[in-house]
């Protein structure tokens, strides 16, 4: 029987607990998608929460077991989803610090003061985390959404991008933006003052039509040349395409030099391909997330001198 405190805690995005099995190999357990695992941390790309010191703490009252939590940290988040009655879990929670119930705005700073996350094991034991890799509870980035601007909810992958990376196009700056329409991406990029090449068979919301700064190319993404806009400060692709045709675009990129940052979106249809995320993954200075915003597919962010940011990223 392995001790939970040996393992690291891996929270699943909804939905997506067999591919983080499937990147983690073999676990100790899982409580619902959360799967323990004995070893060192490492960092899957299915996952939304890191549990990074879990500790099996033993109790006998509601008020003691606050107290033990509140001894290890400030502010804590229930896990209890696969909790066949959460009453007195709930009770607990209700004695402590919650995660910040207000929704970020884009631009402001993460949450500095740390987030633990627990759950109960039965009804005398808790299973706590006082360290944990996302400021959100459960991983889930929730923003103050603008629901009159942009032309897609599209948006909010890339303000969580930038948010997590603290790293944004600045004003003036070239971004390529492949697969564009209707223009959420655009829209965010536009409102960052950067100059936009928005790239789209379909076309672009009227809503973003004549606005300066943005050049819209009703032309395929795969047709661009690397070497035809000189320097490119970032490249976002959204495209849906196969990953295998992603990774043709994104490697050609790379090998003309031409572009100095890359977040771009792999979509699946139907089975997961692990494979290709091993060649995505195995590209130096970059990292592949899901993003509270992705559904079935991922986001790869490569930056040509943010190796060390990138890496580090939620870590
Ligand atoms: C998910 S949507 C992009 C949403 C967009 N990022 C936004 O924020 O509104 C995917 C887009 O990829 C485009 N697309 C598919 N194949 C393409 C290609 N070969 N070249 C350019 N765009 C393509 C589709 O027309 C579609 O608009």
Same mark, same amino acid.
């Given at each position: 029987?392995?001790?939970l *405190?040996?393992c690291v805690g891996y929270l699943a995005p909804q939905?997506?607990l067999? $591919?983080l099995?499937? /990147?983690?190999?073999?676990?100790?357990t899982n409580l619902g998608r959360l799967a323990l695992?004995?070893?060192?941390?490492?960092?899957?790309?299915?996952v939304r929460n890191i549990w990074c010191n879990p500790r099996v703490i033993?109790?006998?009252?509601?008020?003691?077991a606050?107290?033990?939590l509140?001894?290890l940290g400030?502010r804590w988040a229930l896990y209890d989803e696969h909790l066949p009655r959460r009453g007195r879990a709930r009770?607990i929670q209700q004695?402590l610090?919650g995660p910040?119930?207000?929704?970020?705005?884009?631009? %402001?700073?993460?949450?500095?003061?740390?987030l633990g996350s627990w759950t109960l094991l039965d009804?005398?034991t808790l299973l706590a985390s006082p360290q944990c890799t996302s400021p959100f509870a459960h991983g889930e980035?929730?923003?103050? /959404?603008?629901?009159?601007?942009?032309?897609? &909810?599209?948006?909010?992958?890339?303000? *969580?991008?930038?948010?997590?990376?603290? &790293?944004?196009?600045?004003?003036?700056?070239?971004?390529?933006?492949?697969?564009?329409?209707?223009?959420? +991406?655009?829209?965010?990029?536009?409102?960052?003052?950067?100059?936009?090449?928005?790239?789209?068979?379909?076309?672009?919301?009227?809503?973003? $039509?004549?606005?300066?700064?943005?050049?819209?190319?009703? *032309?395929?993404?795969?047709?661009? %040349?690397?070497?035809?806009?000189?320097?490119? %400060? +970032?490249?976002?692709?959204?495209?849906?395409?196969?990953?295998?045709?992603?990774?043709?675009?994104?490697?050609? +990129?790379? /090998?003309?030099?031409?572009?100095?940052?890359?977040?771009?979106?792999?979509?699946?249809?139907?089975?997961?391909?692990?494979?290709?995320? %091993?060649?995505?993954?195995?590209?130096?200075?970059?990292?592949?997330?899901?993003?509270a915003?992705?559904?079935? *597919?991922?986001?790869?962010?490569?930056?040509?001198?943010?190796?060390?940011?990138?890496?580090?990223?939620?870590?």
């Open positions: 029987m392995v001790a *405190e040996d939905g997506f067999p $591919e099995l499937h /990147e983690l190999g073999p676990v100790a695992r004995t070893g060192s941390m490492v960092q899957p790309a299915w033993p109790f006998t009252s509601i008020n003691q606050a107290s033990a509140k001894m400030p009770l004695r610090r910040s119930s207000r929704p970020l705005g884009f631009g %402001d700073s993460l949450p500095t003061m740390p009804d005398t980035a929730l923003f103050a /959404e603008d629901r009159s601007g942009p032309p897609s &909810r599209a948006y909010l992958k890339l303000w *969580e991008a930038f948010t997590l990376l603290n &790293r944004r196009p600045e004003p003036g700056q070239l971004c390529l933006d492949l697969g564009s329409s209707p223009g959420g +991406w655009t829209w965010v990029l536009h409102k960052l003052g950067a100059r936009v090449i928005s790239v789209d068979k379909a076309p672009l919301d009227t809503r973003l $039509e004549g606005l300066p700064g943005i050049t819209f190319r009703a *032309e395929s993404a795969f047709a661009q %040349d690397p070497h035809a806009f000189g320097l490119v %400060d +970032w490249l976002f692709s959204d495209v849906v395409c196969y990953p295998e045709r992603l990774l043709a675009l994104a490697r050609r +990129w790379l /090998e003309a030099g031409t572009v100095r940052n890359m977040v771009c979106t792999i979509k699946f249809q139907g089975e997961t391909d692990f494979q290709v995320l %091993d060649r995505f993954r195995s590209i130096p200075n970059s990292r592949l997330l899901h993003l915003h992705n559904k079935h *597919e991922l986001t790869w962010i490569w930056g040509k001198n943010s190796g060390d940011r990138i890496q580090n990223l939620f870590s």
